[in-house]
């Protein structure tokens, strides 16, 4: 059974930082590029951040690139989204994705979600 649960999310102070977890199982974690997307009510969910299978490159949305970290570890299964200099603005849910395509299919995979919270 494929699985994707996320952790960390919570209330912080604006200009905290929070660490976001998601473990995974069910499927081979390392062939997928894995993915944090974050959405709230107004806006269209938002790709923030991407790491590839290997973890060798990273892309971030322009609004949280200098604050954002995204990593992996293949052998937890688990990929992280270090968040630094929250801003209220990044108050959303944060939603793991587990992405591979493969002979022309696509296979995604998708958390529940974790509420970020940042308000004084």
């Known amino acids: 059974q494929v699985r994707l649960v996320e952790s960390g999310g919570g209330l912080v102070q604006p200009g905290g930082s929070l660490r976001l977890s998601c473990a995974a199982s069910?499927?081979?974690?390392?062939?997928?590029?894995m993915n944090w997307y974050r959405q709230t009510p107004e806006k269209e969910r938002e790709l923030v951040a991407t790491?590839?299978?290997?973890?060798?490159?990273?892309n971030y949305a322009d609004s949280v690139k200098g604050r954002f970290t995204i990593s992996r570890d293949n052998v937890r299964n688990t990929v992280y989204l270090q968040m630094n200099g929250l801003k209220p603005e990044d108050t959303a849910v944060y939603y793991c994705n587990a992405h591979w395509v493969f002979l022309l299919r696509n296979y995604d995979y998708w958390g529940q979600g974790t509420q970020v919270t940042v308000s004084s």
């Open positions: 069910g499927f081979a974690f390392s062939k997928f590029d």
């Open positions: 790491i590839t299978n290997t973890g060798g490159s990273t």
